[in-house]
């Protein structure tokens, strides 16, 4: 319905299901995979192993640059507890394949846009959303946090600047902010993925 022209999707906790599913359902195998930049589905953890099994031509990204493949973090403090929805997650998985090969979270980082991988300086941090309402189209700027993925989860400091406007989980989830933590990233980040798609064509 876009008159062919590329496409990214973005999704964020319940809507990520539903853009797994599309991703499985409609675009795996499809000739429409060929005109996907990139999906960042975020908020809900991802198993490696549906790549392979469910998603047998879409794969995880592997580089900053990238494209037709999937992106995916959740979000905790550096103190933060991920193990009851790893969990649920991982039991899903086994029950869906009647296997545990494959169950481990993939976690991407958003500072680096490295699969996995140690702490990355929040220097790097182009600048996070503070969640507070503000004049205009976007609130400014405020200094972002460093971040690291540790099995499967992506790990950052708990924001403590009236700035922010802090929407925590139990267990330290920030869920709620998986998007604003890392926000100027990802916009340069897609920008950078649509300039590398288009330039190999």
């Known amino acids: 319905?876009?008159?062919?022209?590329p496409?990214?999707?973005?999704?964020?906790?319940?809507?990520?299901?539903?853009?797994r599913r599309l991703l499985e359902e409609e675009l795996d195998g499809s000739p429409m995979a060929d005109r996907m930049i990139a999906a960042y589905i975020i908020g809900i953890g991802l198993n490696e192993g549906l790549f392979g099994r469910s998603l047998k031509t879409i794969?995880?990204?592997?580089?900053?640059?990238d494209s037709g493949c999937v992106i995916s973090w959740n979000t905790f403090t550096r103190e933060g507890d991920p193990a009851p929805g790893v969990g649920r997650l991982q039991a899903q998985y086994r029950d869906r394949?009647?296997?545990?090969?494959?169950?481990e979270?993939?976690?991407?980082?958003?500072?680096?846009?490295?699969?996995?991988?140690?702490?990355?300086?929040a220097t790097t941090n182009l600048g996070a959303l503070p969640?507070?309402?503000?004049?205009?189209?976007?609130?400014?700027?405020?200094?972002?946090?460093?971040?690291e993925c540790r099995d499967g989860s992506l790990y950052t400091d708990k924001p403590t600047s009236d700035a922010f406007e802090l929407n925590m989980f139990a267990g330290g989830n920030l869920h709620m902010h998986d998007f604003d933590l890392f926000y100027e990233n990802i916009r340069?980040?897609?920008?950078?993925?649509t300039e590398a798609y288009f330039a190999a064509q």
């Open 1 to 5: 319905w876009n008159n062919d022209r």
């Open 7 to 19: 496409f990214i999707i973005v999704s964020h906790s319940q809507g990520t299901f539903h853009a």
């Open 59 to 65: 794969s995880l990204c592997t580089g900053a640059t």
């Open 97 to 103: 394949f009647g296997t545990s090969e494959g169950q």
């Open 105 to 121: 979270i993939a976690c991407w980082n958003p500072i680096s846009w490295t699969l996995g991988g140690g702490d990355v300086p």
């Open 131 to 147: 969640g507070v309402a503000a004049p205009g189209a976007l609130p400014a700027l405020t200094e972002g946090f460093g971040a």
């Open 188 to 193: 340069v980040n897609a920008v950078a993925r």
